[in-house]
């Protein structure tokens, strides 16, 4: 009997010692699930805070995107004949002007260090040396200092009254090469806006023309005559001021290699006079 009320004992304490354990773990295993929970919300929570930063990220670019197809849009309901002559107004114009500046981009030297190159040559008495110098010279000074010294190394046009008048006529010569295609700038110029003006009265003219189709003035009848009116004529007027930009920017510096050849004229001069080989 004693043996078997201690088994019992002994099975009882096991018992009731397993239960408190197992009772913990429960605790234990339910914190860890409220702990999950509490996590998941917070996840949930943060992700419905940076939503709306992803959207703030997105709309620019669907405004981009929107102001493109606009600028598209209204592009094309210029009228297609009108907006594209004024496109190719731009087209053409551009052209010419990136020519012209390529052109006096390659015109410009250094004129003071040219023309104390030519003086030394031509003081040391090497006046061919001095026309081969300037014959593998770019720009419209070198071509002046080379008419020049080609009279100056002849034997009969060199006298300094033939040397002025000759470098008067290449500067000339020169100066109008370097003008050469401005005229074309100009008349794209003036060719835009006038473009846009026209399609303007058309747009007009359109205008009037559904309302009498209408037999009614109403907004919705006008609104689109006037629409491909002042597209067009924003258009034109746009075209012509980026041409005068480039064209003033190329007369500027027309202006400056003038400049230049005058500078380079009277340093000729002053050489040649001083060369032994001038009939004063």
């Not at 509490?38 to 992700?47: G, L, P, T």
């Amino acid at each position: 009997m004693k043996k078997y009320f201690a088994i019992v004992a002994m099975v009882a304490a096991c018992t009731f010692g397993m239960t408190p354990s197992v009772m913990a773990q429960d605790e234990v295993a339910d914190a860890a699930a409220e702990q999950v929970d509490s996590a998941a919300v917070d996840s949930a929570a943060v992700d419905s805070v940076e939503a709306p930063v992803v959207e703030e990220t997105v709309a620019p670019v669907e405004e981009e995107e929107g102001l493109h197809k606009t600028l598209k849009t209204k592009f094309i309901e210029g009228d297609a004949g009108f907006m594209s002559l004024v496109a190719i107004a731009l087209v053409l114009g551009l052209a010419f002007c990136i020519e012209r500046i390529i052109y006096l981009t390659l015109a410009q030297v250094n004129t003071r260090k040219f023309m104390a190159t030519i003086a030394e040559k031509v003081k040391g008495g090497k006046i061919e040396d001095a026309i081969k110098f300037a014959s593998e010279t770019r720009g419209p000074v070198a071509q002046l200092a080379k008419k020049a010294l080609q009279n100056l190394n002849s034997d009969d046009q060199n006298d300094i009254a033939t040397i002025e008048r000759t470098i008067n006529i290449e500067a000339e010569v020169q100066g109008a090469y370097l003008e050469e295609n401005c005229s074309w700038i100009t008349l794209f110029i003036a060719m835009a806006p006038s473009l846009g003006f026209l399609g303007t009265v058309i747009g007009m003219v359109q205008a009037f023309d559904d309302i009498e189709r209408a037999g009614d003035i109403s907004p919705t009848v006008v609104a689109g005559g006037m629409k491909v009116a002042l597209i067009t004529t924003i258009f034109g007027i746009v075209v012509a001021l980026i041409l005068q930009v480039f064209y003033n920017y190329i007369l500027s510096r027309v202006e400056g290699l003038n400049s230049n050849m005058e500078e380079a004229a009277m340093s000729l001069l002053d050489t040649c006079v001083k060369s032994p080989k001038c009939k004063k």
